[in-house]
């Protein structure tokens, strides 16, 4: 997931910037495509579950739907996921305004570069010292990721940006996912 989160904003800008917008499209197309055959031939075990279970199930109950332990862990992701969201919707608008698009477009292979060398080392972090010990370091360098984009004036110090933000995000999306 989080490696899409990278290589697909890298293609998208790839593709919007060598042919038409309508090839977006296509290509999204295709990948769902792929996605249902692939998941025609993935075989799910049917979960049997008990009568009492079923009984439990019976009527509206909004620990149905919502498990209220996850909660917090599930506000601190989606305040998360708001940050880079906007980093995707307005870099290559902010790019072209401060004429570094030529560095936006490696943006997001140097983001999933720097999620693929800090992810082993920041999970095995985790399973050791706790999450504390590796998710605040992760939220501090998300900070400085998105501050440093919003300074960044060059190439290198937009690049810099991507390498903390996928460093940041990665590692609290990725930690808050497994756990």
């Known amino acids: 997931m989080t490696l899409a989160t990278a290589i697909g904003p890298f293609i998208g800008i790839f593709i919007l910037d060598h042919f038409h917008f ?3 499209f296509v290509f999204c197309l295709i990948c769902i495509i792929i996605s249902l055959i692939l998941s025609i031939l993935i075989h799910v075990q049917e979960i049997k579950l008990t009568r009492d279970q079923l009984d439990e ?3 509206f109950k909004l620990s149905n ?3 209220r332990k996850s909660v917090p862990i599930t506000l601190i992701a989606t305040v998360t996921a708001f940050c880079y969201s906007g980093v ?5 608008f902010y790019a072209k305004e401060n004429h570094v698009t030529e560095a936006a477009g490696y943006f997001f292979i140097v983001y999933a570069v720097a999620v693929l060398i800090s992810r082993p080392f920041t999970g095995r972090q985790f ?6 010990f590796v998710m605040y370091p992760a939220i501090i360098c998300l900070l400085l990721g998105l501050f440093i984009l919003s300074q960044s004036e060059t ?6 940006a991507g390498a903390l933000l ?5 590692t609290l999306f990725c930690n808050i996912k497994e756990k």
């Open 166 to 170: 996928g460093i940041g995000y990665g």
């Open 127 to 132: 399973d050791l010292k706790g999450p504390n």
């Open 22 to 24: 309508n090839a977006i």
């Open 88 to 92: 995707l919707s307005f870099l290559t």
């Open 57 to 59: 199930m019976k009527g």
């Open 155 to 160: 190439g290198i110090v937009l690049l810099v």
């Open 65 to 67: 739907f919502i498990e």
